[in-house]
Every structure is written in structure tokens, then in C-alpha cells.
């Protein structure tokens, strides 16, 4: 996974990031101001937050699986199977979302369950272009001898998602800090938006290489 995020790290990157990088600091400049907490949030910041960025990221996902699963291919090319398999992953996402949610409850069924149902079904809508239906029943049944190995990858990705995102705002508050007692406070809030923007773009880039090298392993 990280030999193929390195060797196209230059196209992956800037696919990604007008999906990722630059929505999560438009919506920090000009969206409303965030919630102290989740169960804080009013519907507006719950949608400009979280709905949206993630609806949005998706297109980057996949376009960042066609590339992995087509690396011959321009980013253009890889950029329209993304937009044209988008409705059928928002379905497949939806109808996995009940079992998934239900399994996190308990949290190790949970992520079982993500890795069987819903970490798949991106590379194999790019890949064979079918229904939403099939894709979550060909994920189902590709994944069948695999289901424990793709819940410890997945639960290693989740480790690094949280140091990821932790690292990024981190450093951002930090920057923000410093330069508010230069004086340059706006320079403070852009940095502040930008590194966590960036530590979205290489997740979802990590996210997407993922499923496209689980995908092709266990379909041979």
C-alpha cells in the first residue's frame, strides 16, 4: 500500500485534495463556526461538517481507486468513472450503513462487519461496474475467508486515521497560536484549516489505495 501511494503520489495528491483539502477549508472559512461538541452540533454544522466533506471526499475515494486499478489511465479518466460510480456507492454506503452501525455498537463486530461490507464495495463498482445490490453481495462473498485479516488491516487504518487527524490539528493549533501573538492572526486561522485539510486528503488517499489493493488480492 505504501509502494503504490508513492510511486503516483504527485497525480493521487492533487486528485484528491480540490475534493478534500480545499472543501474542508472553504468550509472553515466560510461555514459556521464548529460545535464544542458532536452532540452539540445544530443540523446546519452537522451538515457543512461532517455530511458534506464526506459526500464530496467520496468522489475522491474512488477516483483515487480507478487510478490504483487503472494506473495507465489519466486522471481525467480516472476522475469520470468516480463521478459516474458515485451514486452507486452513496447506495451501497446506505444500505450497509444499518448492520455496521448496529455491529460498532459492540465495536469488534463493527468493524468486522465494515470490512466485509462496506471497505469493498468501492473497487468493485469501479472495477465491474454493477448495482449497488451486487456490490455489497460480491464484497460479502469475496471477502469470506478473509473477513478477520481485513478487520485487523482495517483496524490498524483507524490507528492511523486517529494519529493522522490528531498529528494535523495539532500542529495547526500550534501555528495558529504562534502567529496570533505575531499578529497575523488570519494567517494562523488559514494554517490552522489547511494541515488538517491536508491530513484529510492523504487519509482519503489511504483509504481509497486500500480498497483497491484489498480488492485485487482477493479477486486473485
Known amino acids: 500500500m505504501g509502494a503504490a501511494i508513492?510511486?503516483?503520489?504527485?497525480?493521487?495528491?492533487?486528485?484528491?485534495?480540490?475534493f478534500t483539502l480545499l472543501i474542508n477549508v472553504a468550509i472553515g472559512l466560510?461555514?459556521?463556526?464548529?460545535?464544542?461538541?458532536?452532540?452539540?452540533?445544530?443540523p446546519a454544522q452537522l451538515f457543512w461538517q461532517l455530511a458534506l466533506p464526506s459526500l464530496v471526499?467520496?468522489?475522491?475515494?474512488l477516483a483515487v481507486v480507478a487510478l490504483v486499478l487503472r494506473p495507465d489511465a489519466p486522471p481525467?479518466?480516472?476522475l469520470g468513472v468516480a463521478?459516474?460510480?458515485?451514486?452507486?456507492?452513496?447506495?451501497?454506503?446506505?444500505?450497509?450503513?444499518?448492520?455496521?452501525?448496529?455491529?460498532?455498537?459492540?465495536?469488534?463486530?463493527?468493524?468486522?462487519?465494515?470490512?466485509?461490507?462496506?471497505?469493498?464495495?468501492?473497487?468493485?463498482?469501479?472495477a465491474r461496474r454493477g448495482s449497488p445490490i451486487d456490490a455489497v453481495r460480491d464484497s460479502w462473498a469475496i471477502s469470506e475467508d478473509d473477513g478477520l485479516q481485513l478487520a485487523l488491516f482495517i483496524?490498524?487504518?483507524l490507528f492511523a486515521i486517529i494519529g493522522i487527524s490528531l498529528i494535523?490539528?495539532?500542529?495547526?493549533?500550534?501555528?495558529?497560536?504562534?502567529?496570533?501573538?505575531?499578529g497575523l492572526a488570519r494567517v494562523g486561522r488559514f494554517l490552522h484549516l489547511l494541515l488538517p485539510g491536508i491530513g484529510s486528503c492523504f487519509i482519503t488517499i489511504g483509504f481509497g489505495v486500500a480498497s483497491a489493493i484489498a480488492y485485487r488480492r482477493l479477486v486473485r
Open 168 to 182: 494535523a490539528e495539532i500542529a495547526g493549533a500550534a501555528l495558529d497560536s504562534v502567529l496570533k501573538l505575531a
Open 57 to 61: 471526499a467520496a468522489v475522491g475515494q
Open 30 to 42: 466560510f461555514g459556521p463556526p464548529p460545535a464544542a461538541s458532536l452532540s452539540a452540533m445544530t
Open 6 to 18: 508513492m510511486a503516483d503520489l504527485n497525480r493521487l495528491f492533487f486528485l484528491v485534495a480540490p
Open 155 to 157: 483496524l490498524l487504518g
Open 83 to 126: 463521478v459516474a460510480v458515485w451514486p452507486g456507492f452513496m447506495i451501497t454506503q446506505l444500505l450497509v450503513s444499518l448492520p455496521v452501525g448496529l455491529g460498532f455498537l459492540l465495536v469488534v463486530p463493527g468493524i468486522w462487519l465494515f470490512g466485509r461490507l462496506a471497505f469493498l464495495p468501492a473497487a468493485l463498482l469501479v
Open 76 to 78: 481525467r479518466a480516472a
